[in-house]
């Protein structure tokens, strides 16, 4: 789990809790945790417990990430919550003399976040499956484990940290967001991790968090993804075109994952320059995160687990972003089973206007595939 740590710098009393995660953490004049990009509830309560365990062990933290925070539920909760986080920018970021660096919910090296390649880190803690270049002082990786968070509280436990209202609200709705209700590949150790904060959580404002405020953006992206969702027999693509916010991909994903007869669904979207990915499938022994290195190539990046995963390939212009689409929905069905099923068809069905003049009549439903000659 741990290596040895050489040089501890600065003495801790005996009387501290101890262990190896204590002992990293303690070493540390000031302790840097990188999140993922645009992250998601999961690396965000992750990141938080992280850091309130430094402050408990009386060093400094801070939790950081790149990329975007636009999802209107991620938002509420680190409002309502107030989520000390800060958002890399070039030169926001200074490193010092003595700084410890954590990755939390992602691993050095993977293309999903900010960590900088040359630098050594000294905290990995991550349910992704493992990578070869995870190597620092304290390492848990459990890609068994349905939630990071679930992970994260397992070892603030260790360190001795008391859970207040906040912080048990932030890793409930990590753990129901990450594992929709416990029904997405959560494990025993998700459910009974949250059970026991149930207690402590503040109800009216986990419903906040769920239920927010959004933005007409929001909406007319939904409307903008429905009128380019395909369907084949048990498969669902839809190429969204620009997005307000790169999280919005993953949203739909789940969206159109839950419609019947749907198995296997991608979503992509254009966000500042990046093609944005995203793969569900309902079988709960897939391989999304394969299919998902599949579908980006050997032009992008991608990973993920088994029912879920993410991807990225760089886009210069919507010129670009629709040859790539054609590309990858022929991988992506490719690698999918029942692949004999390659026939799309669209969801709705716009009415043809006649020349110059805007559709009379609102889209309507294409008849289902299988009543299609
Ligand atoms: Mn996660």
């Not at 309130?52 to 539920?73: D, I, M, N, P, T």
């Not at 933005?215 to 048990?234: D, I, S, W």
């Not at 998902?292 to 991807?311: L, N």
């Amino acid at each position: 789990m741990s290596g040895a740590e050489g040089e501890r710098e600065g003495g801790v009393p005996p009387s501290r809790p101890w262990g190896p995660l204590c002992e990293v953490v303690g070493g540390a004049r000031r302790l840097v945790v990188f999140l993922h990009d645009n992250p998601d509830p999961d690396a965000i309560a992750s990141g938080w417990i992280l850091q309130r365990v430094a402050q408990h062990l009386g060093v400094r933290s801070r939790v950081v990430y790149g990329g975007h925070l636009g999802r209107a539920e991620n938002l509420a909760m680190v409002r309502l919550l107030r989520i000390p986080l800060t958002r890399l920018t070039k030169g926001t970021f200074q490193p010092r003399a003595g700084d410890r660096f954590a990755l939390v919910d992602t691993q050095p090296g993977s293309a999903n976040n900010s960590f900088p390649r040359k630098w050594r880190a000294h905290i990995v803690i991550d349910h992704h499956p493992r990578r070869r270049v995870s190597a620092a002082d304290f390492v848990d990786i459990r890609p068994g484990t349905g939630t990071c968070t679930t992970l994260l509280l397992d070892l603030a436990r260790t360190c001795g940290l008391p859970l207040d209202a906040r912080l048990a609200t932030a890793a409930a709705y990590a753990i129901v967001s990450e594992t929709q209700d416990l029904k997405r590949e959560s494990q025993r150790e998700d459910r009974a991790a949250l059970q026991e904060l149930m207690p402590l959580v503040r109800l009216a404002t986990l419903g906040r968090i769920r239920h927010p405020p959004r933005p007409r953006e929001y909406y007319l992206a939904v409307a903008q993804a429905m009128r380019n969702v395909q369907l084949g027999r048990n498969t669902c693509v839809c190429h969204v075109g620009p997005v307000p916010a790169p999280e919005s991909v993953a949203e739909l994903a789940d969206f159109l994952a839950g419609m019947e007869r749907v198995t296997w669904c991608l979503v992509t979207g254009l966000h500042a320059g990046t093609m944005v990915l995203s793969i569900r499938t309902t079988n709960a022994r897939g391989h999304a995160h394969r299919v998902m290195r599949r579908t980006v190539g050997s032009g992008g990046t991608g990973g993920g687990h088994r029912t879920m995963a993410g991807g990225q390939h760089p886009c210069a212009d919507e010129t670009e972003y629709r040859r790539l689409c054609a590309a990858m929905t022929e991988r992506f069905l490719a690698s999918v089973p029942h692949r004999a099923e390659v026939r799309l068809r669209p969801l709705v069905c716009e009415p043809a206007p006649p020349d110059g003049t805007k559709p009379a009549l609102p889209p309507t439903a294409c008849p289902p595939a299988e009543d299609v000659p």
